[in-house]
């Protein structure tokens, strides 16, 4: 059963259309992470919560936002998709953040094009 | 440069082994892994090691930690075409949160 499941797959925007990516997770993490891929590159982290702790990495654009209203869901809101932003979005989640193993489990990804 | 390479492409033939290699640069590296990611699909842990261990096997997967050499590798013994997949090497480090650093993934490609 999956564990980390993202909504959709596949989401088309139009250029500057706002779009909404979705995460659940149902083994009760306390840490959610948003993930950009793009091809041939490593993931790069945009942001995680820690429980309701928002973090953000510094050099994550503003136009990328993040909700968590509770413990299992956590959206992306890209503000103004651009034609750059077209990627595979990751959600991942940990136990914790504070252990040396953190091991990461990973949904199966949202592919957004930007046309 | 980057805190984690790999190398982008490998070719096999089936029944082979595979070695993929990575390098890292930081040396207060706690946890290595590997990740697995298929087609289509997200990122899946395959392994993982602690720093002051220098070799782990699972079943077909060994890995092996060169610490003087910031250097780490995964073996796949008896390749199968299955294993066709990007493998992504990942660090966590002392200081602050654990969030893995990946790699660049490298593309296993398994021929018959």
């Known amino acids: 059963d999956a564990m980390v499941i993202q909504n959709p797959r596949y989401q088309v925007t139009q250029f500057g259309k706002p779009v909404t990516l979705s995460c659940s997770q149902t083994?009760?993490?306390?840490?959610m992470y948003w993930y950009q891929q793009k091809s041939s590159q490593a993931p790069k982290l945009l942001f995680h919560?820690?429980?309701?702790?928002?973090?953000n990495e510094a050099d994550t654009p503003d136009n990328f936002q993040s909700r968590r209203p509770n413990t299992s869901f956590c959206f992306l809101d890209i503000r103004s998709p651009g034609l750059g932003d077209a990627a595979m979005y990751l959600c991942?989640?940990?136990?914790?953040?504070?252990?040396?193993?953190?091991?990461?489990?990973f949904g199966a990804g949202t592919r957004l094009s930007v046309l | 440069g980057e805190d984690v390479e790999q190398s982008l492409f490998l070719s096999v033939r089936e029944g082979d082994s595979s070695v993929i290699n990575c390098t890292y640069t930081?040396?207060?590296?706690?946890?290595l892994y590997w990740y697995k990611q298929e087609p289509g699909a997200g990122l899946q842990l395959l392994t993982y090691?602690?720093?002051?261990?220098d070799m782990k096997q699972d079943q077909r997967l060994t890995v092996l930690l060169n610490k003087k050499d910031k250097h780490l590798s995964l073996r796949i013994a008896d390749t199968q075409t299955g294993d066709s997949a990007i493998y992504f090497c990942?660090?966590?480090?002392?200081?602050?949160?654990?969030?893995?650093?990946f790699g660049r993934g490298t593309s296993l490609i398994v021929h018959p």
């Open positions: 991942a989640t940990s136990r914790e953040i504070q252990l040396a193993k953190n091991i990461q489990y």
């Open positions: 083994l009760n993490h306390n840490v």
């Open positions: 919560y820690y429980d309701k702790d928002f973090n």
């Open positions: 930081d040396s207060s590296s706690t946890y």
């Open positions: 090691i602690f720093s002051n261990m």
């Open positions: 990942a660090e966590s480090t002392e200081g602050g949160s654990y969030i893995p650093t």
